[in-house]
T-cell receptor, first 113, second 114 residues
Framework: KAGVTQTPRYLIKTRGQQVTLSCSPI?????VSWYQQTPGQGLQFLFE???????NKGNFPGRFSGRQFSNSRSEMNVSTLELGDSALYLC????????????FGPGTRLTVL | AQSVTQPDIHITVSEGASLELRCNYS??????LFWYVQSPGQGLQLLLK??????LVQGIKGFEAEFKRSQSSFNLRKPSVHWSDAAEYFC????????????FGKGTHLIIQP
């Protein structure tokens, strides 16, 4: 069974640009969550999608958004990038909710210059 | 709001020695508790989880954790560490209803001495 895949693995952008990250969950998993990992703040929950609907949202500005498609694949978008958005963005999938075991992808390393 | 504290930023142990990583949580009711491990350049892998029932839970790779409600703790243990256990370890809590996703501690970096 293939694991969670995230594309791209590495990304370099400049301030003010926008970026879209992609996550393909494990087959059969309907819940996809996104996390931001930085050395200063650690791992922080961004949002969770289930059946194409955002079910939960963390404490991040509106520049961070996401969506989920009918095949459970998810994308997250960050607009008007800031230097502080440089981070490892992790996607996790689970069967129904984050109560179930979450399987994490390898992450996308975003660098904002 | 729920929170997780991992008091030790770094821990160094000798190969073959026992290990205990500390985790304290703050939450009003019984939370769902998790331990994850992250190797360099990798995503997170679930080691074990506690939802209810027996307070001593067994996980993968020989790890176990004990939930102590009176101390609001969920410490991770391993009787004998291997060099391959060197990694970053994260304790996490989910407070119910999935309203906040997983709340992670800041992590403990485990170094294994030969």
């Amino acid at each position: 069974k293939a694991g969670v895949t995230q594309t791209p693995r590495y990304l370099i952008k400049t301030r003010g640009q926008q970026v879209t990250l992609s996550c393909s969950p494990i087959s059969g998993h309907r819940s996809v969550s996104w996390y931001q990992q930085t050395p200063g703040q650690g791992l922080q929950f961004l949002f969770e999608y289930f059946s194409e609907t955002q079910r939960n949202k963390g404490n991040f500005p509106g520049r961070f958004s996401g969506r989920q498609f009918s095949n459970s694949r998810s994308e997250m978008n960050v607009s008007t990038l800031e230097l502080g958005d440089s981070a490892l963005y992790l996607c996790a999938s689970s069967l129904e909710s984050s109560y179930n075991e979450q399987f994490f992808g390898p992450g996308t390393r975003l660098t904002v210059l | 709001a729920q929170s997780v504290t991992q008091p030790d930023i770094h821990i160094t142990v000798s190969e073959g020695a026992s290990l205990e990583l500390r985790c304290n949580y703050s939450y009003g009711a019984t939370p769902y508790l998790f331990w994850y491990v992250q190797s360099p350049g990798q995503g997170l892998q679930l080691l074990l989880k506690y939802f209810s029932g027996d307070t001593l839970v067994q996980g993968i790779k020989g790890f176990e954790a004990e939930f102590k409600r009176s101390q609001s703790s969920f410490n991770l243990r391993k009787p004998s560490v291997h060099w391959s256990d060197a990694a970053e370890y994260f304790c996490a809590v989910e407070g119910g209803g999935g309203a906040d996703g997983l709340t992670f501690g800041k992590g403990t970096h485990l170094i294994i001495q030969p």
